[in-house]
């Protein structure tokens, strides 16, 4: 079969900053009428060729040919010209503006005069829309009234309203939920169906192998491959990015599962926190499965007395207790990573060193000091134990991956020597490789005899990961099931189910 040639080609493509070179000759390019996913590790250089063919860095070496023509662009105007649309993570929207003004803005269609024609801008705009399935958007509405998954919508009615023939799309469903994930895909269909062409850069292999013709893989700045999609598999992809085979993004470790240590009775805390009775044993994985709105993180802020109980009972280690707050959760043994470790977990412009001892800092000080040495060597140990990969000690954690950013996270609430480590969403944005090295430093932790509580939305990590699954729906406990009957089926199953009847 003929297959058309690349509306865009990348060759050679080079790029260096600070000395340091992030992207060495690589080749790409796309068709249009075809969705090609670009995979790689943070840090690959995915981030560094997508904004080379946007029009935002220049290129040391290399060439970019459109449609038979060299380009070289000097801005992303220049990208535009040629027929090519970025649609960021960080959407790029003003919202005091109106989704008609922001669609156009830049680009209005005139009156004679020289006036700006605003009945061709919500007429355009509607119908843009509409191409999108999008009827429920009104296009007087302000930008700051939408929800994400509406604001990215309108991204794309604004990339199409310039007549892009090819679309950048850099982690879109990052932060949608569901529901807007499925919609996405619909949308992204509806456009490689209309011809165009496609750029998607993700984590996520599911959204991979449902929606892309191609794939192409970097790593450390380099091209690895590029591939027809159905001649991969997840592993091989997953060999591709990470340089090693791995058997398994799920590594079971084979831990010594002992004697309860946490046990819940009829826990309340407003509508979504139900009733919920269960215990959890030294060495054990207990995954909380559930959709979004089902309770899990509210159970976990409970537990780490963030929204203290209003009834029920906690049992750690044979003794009733009453967390008031996340600093008695912690004196007792309790330690919680949250969903949002950039809001909830670091304070990014701080140094690792300050992110690492932020949770033991009082054992760490002498009057109104900080023992710098002892923090140091906390930092470093740290740094060791989980391959947190970073200049030195010093560097701000927001500069990190967000697989590093996230060690860091657990490495602080490590260094409180926990009983009970809740870990919310543990591997959410975070590429295949550092999902894996998490896995693993969670085998190690259980192996130690750590009991974990673990929440993702990850129906394959669930399963992977857990001795039990507790599943949840509105607030209540629907079901709790062993490892060896977990199935794809009943957990999903449990998620929309009513409470689950207690037995005699």
């Known amino acids: 079969?003929?297959?058309?040639?690349?509306?865009?080609?990348?060759?050679?493509?080079?790029?260096?900053?600070?000395?340091?070179?992030?992207?060495?000759?690589?080749?790409?390019?796309?068709?249009?009428?075809?969705?090609?996913?670009?995979?790689?590790?943070?840090?690959?250089?995915?981030?560094?060729?997508?904004?080379?063919?946007?029009?935002?860095?220049?290129?040391?070496?290399?060439?970019?040919?459109?449609?038979?023509?060299?380009?070289?662009?000097?801005?992303?105007?220049?990208?535009?010209?040629?027929?090519?649309?970025?649609?960021?993570?960080?959407?790029?929207?003003?919202?005091?503006?109106?989704?008609?003004?922001?669609?156009?803005?830049?680009?209005?269609?005139?009156?004679?005069?020289?006036?700006?024609?605003?009945?061709?801008?919500?007429?355009?705009?509607?119908?843009?829309?509409?191409?999108?399935?999008?009827?429920?958007?009104?296009?007087?509405?302000?930008?700051?009234?939408?929800?994400?998954?509406?604001?990215?919508?309108?991204?794309?009615?604004?990339?199409?309203?310039?007549?892009?023939?090819?679309?950048?799309?850099?982690?879109?469903?990052?932060?949608?939920?569901?529901?807007?994930?499925?919609?996405?895909?619909?949308?992204?269909?509806?456009?490689?169906?209309?011809?165009?062409?496609?750029?998607?850069?993700?984590?996520?292999?599911?959204?991979?192998?449902?929606?892309?013709?191609?794939?192409?893989?970097?790593?450390?700045?380099?091209?690895?491959?590029?591939?027809?999609?159905?001649?991969?598999?997840?592993?091989?992809?997953?060999?591709?990015?990470?340089?090693?085979?791995?058997?398994?993004?799920?590594?079971?470790?084979?831990?010594?599962?002992?004697?309860?240590?946490?046990?819940?009775?009829?826990?309340?805390?407003?509508?979504?926190?139900?009733?919920?009775?269960?215990?959890?044993?030294?060495?054990?994985?207990?995954?909380?499965?559930?959709?979004?709105?089902?309770?899990?993180?509210?159970l976990a802020l409970t537990l780490f007395g963030m929204t203290p109980a209003t009834s029920g009972e906690i049992v750690l280690e044979g003794e009733p207790v009453h967390i008031a707050s996340p600093r008695q959760a912690r004196d007792l043994g309790i330690a919680y990573v949250p969903e949002d470790r950039g809001l909830q977990g670091l304070v990014k412009p701080m140094a690792i060193r300050k992110n690492v001892s932020m949770a033991i800092i009082e054992k760490l000080s002498s009057g109104i000091f900080i023992r710098a040495d002892a923090e140091a060597k906390i930092t470093r140990d740290a740094i060791e134990r989980f391959g947190i990969r970073s200049r030195n000690i010093d560097q701000a954690v927001g500069e990190l991956s967000g697989g590093n950013q996230q060690k860091v996270v657990i490495a602080k609430w490590l260094a409180t020597n926990p009983k009970v480590l809740i870990l919310d969403e543990p591997t959410r944005g975070v590429d295949v490789g550092a999902k894996a090295e998490i896995h693993s430093i969670m085998g190690e932790l259980v192996k130690q005899g750590v009991a974990i509580i673990m929440i993702s939305s990850e129906l394959p990590e669930v399963l992977g990961m857990s001795d039990r699954v507790l599943v949840m729906n509105s607030g209540e406990v629907t079901d709790v099931i062993d490892r060896s009957k977990a199935s794809p089926e009943r957990v999903g199953a449990a998620m929309t189910a009513h409470r689950l009847e207690e037995t005699a």
């Open 1 to 298: 079969m003929n297959r058309p040639e690349p509306y865009v080609s990348m060759k050679g493509m080079s790029k260096s900053f600070v000395g340091i070179k992030v992207l060495k000759d690589v080749d790409f390019d796309v068709r249009q009428g075809e969705v090609h996913a670009l995979l790689g590790e943070n840090g690959a250089g995915k981030s560094t060729l997508i904004k080379m063919l946007a029009g935002l860095y220049k290129p040391d070496t290399g060439t970019i040919v459109v449609d038979g023509e060299e380009q070289k662009f000097a801005s992303t105007s220049d990208a535009t010209s040629a027929g090519i649309a970025t649609v960021y993570q960080e959407l790029l929207l003003f919202p005091e503006l109106t989704v008609a003004e922001n669609v156009f803005l830049g680009n209005y269609p005139r009156k004679a005069g020289g006036w700006i024609d605003w009945a061709t801008v919500r007429a355009r705009t509607r119908d843009l829309l509409d191409q999108l399935d999008s009827h429920d958007l009104d296009v007087d509405t302000k930008v700051l009234n939408l929800s994400v998954a509406q604001r990215q919508r309108v991204e794309i009615a604004k990339a199409l309203s310039k007549n892009a023939r090819i679309l950048i799309m850099d982690e879109p469903t990052a932060s949608l939920v569901e529901s807007d994930v499925q919609r996405l895909m619909e949308v992204v269909t509806q456009l490689r169906d209309r011809g165009v062409g496609i750029v998607y850069v993700s984590h996520r292999m599911p959204e991979i192998f449902a929606l892309a013709d191609r794939v192409t893989v970097l790593r450390d700045g380099t091209h690895v491959g590029t591939r027809d999609i159905g001649d991969v598999d997840e592993q091989q992809l997953v060999s591709m990015m990470v340089g090693r085979s791995i058997e398994s993004l799920f590594p079971k470790a084979d831990a010594e599962i002992g004697e309860t240590v946490l046990e819940v009775r009829n826990l309340n805390h407003g509508r979504h926190v139900r009733d919920i009775s269960f215990s959890l044993r030294r060495g054990e994985i207990l995954g909380i499965a559930g959709l979004v709105g089902s309770g899990r993180t509210e």
